[in-house]
């Protein structure tokens, strides 16, 4: 029977006779030096029946660091679970799937590599979620206080009360107040909910967005209708 596998380095589809299990070979492509493996790839595409997972590997931006970061795989292939597990799939196809939000930072996924099912977001291989997919405020209470208060500062800042660096720096302090710690891979990028650019964008559009509102009530609009959401959490 044949071992078949997938070249680490470029992926190339390498099919050698089992005698040749676990001795080293060259990829006939890129010429990447690599182990058989002992079984076809193909063999173990069928993912491990979903378990409990630790309830510590969900977490937002929100609730802390979570744990250390699973090795990266290369070359590898992933399953994701909602109503059943769906895959394999790769990298590029996982990003296509991310993009539709199919897969979402929350979504169950499994490397057949690790053997373990986790959250999206704990595959640093895999690109970070958009910005509105970062942070999800319902799902912890402590900050349901901190999502009635924006807008008003907003709406103050709309009408000059308070200016946007005394907004950046009351909302930094605020979200910092509730316990936020950026995860370690984050900190200090677009990905940090208190980093100086990430502040910026959710003044800058949730200004616009409260200010667009709040003539469409002076023009007589309803003010239960058409009212804004939070944007870049």
Known sequence: ??????CVSCGTHIVIDEAGAEMSVDCPKCGQTQTVPKKS???????????APDPALFYT????????????????????????????????????LMRKKTVEPETLVLCPATQQW???ERFPE?????????????????????????????VEH?????????LARWLVSQIQACGY????????????????ERVSVIIKTNRQTWFNYLNYLQMGGSAVLNKPELIGF
Not at 41 to 51: C, F, N, Q, W
Not at 87 to 93: A, Q, Y
Not at 158 to 166: G, L, R, V
Not at 183 to 196: A, R
């Open 41 to 51: 790839a193909t063999e173990s595409t069928i993912p491990p029946a979903l378990s």
């Open 118 to 120: 986790q959250p999206c």
């Open 126 to 154: 895999l690109p970070k979620p958009a910005h509105n997919k970062l942070l999800h405020f319902e799902k912890d209470a402590r900050f349901a206080p901190l999502i009635q208060e924006i807008p008003r500062m907003i």
């Open 181 to 196: 710690l950026s995860p370690d891979y984050d900190e200090g990028t677009i990905n940090d909910l208190v980093s100086d």
């Open 158 to 166: 709309i009408h000059d009360k308070i200016s946007e660096a005394d």
């Open 61 to 96: 931006l929100f609730r802390g660091r979570g744990p250390a970061k699973p090795t990266q795989i290369a070359a590898a292939r992933y399953f994701y679970q909602k109503d059943r597990s769906e895959g394999p799939f790769n990298k590029l196809e996982m990003r296509a």
């Open 1 to 6: 029977m044949d071992i078949k596998f997938d």
